[in-house]
């Protein structure tokens, strides 16, 4: 069995209804993230890591980690 990591960058570009729908399904599926078999790496800026922080409460509090660069 291998370990996979999937990455995810750019959505610090997502602007008005296309970013609230995707912090929607961050909170929303948060379950069925955590099954998973992999890690996810989502990257992003202040801004949104503030976003994640208000619209997907639960995705934020869930994650492993947050790293500060």
Request: charged content about 20%.
């Amino acid at each position: 069995h291998r370990n996979a990591v999937i990455t995810v960058t750019g959505a610090e570009k997502l602007h008005g209804s296309v970013r609230k729908v995707f912090l929607g399904n961050l909170e929303y599926k948060m379950t069925q993230l955590q099954r998973l078999p992999f890690t996810i790496v989502l990257w992003a800026d202040r801004e949104m890591v503030i976003d994640i922080a208000n619209r997907a409460p639960t995705f934020y509090q869930c994650a492993k980690g947050v790293f500060r660069f």
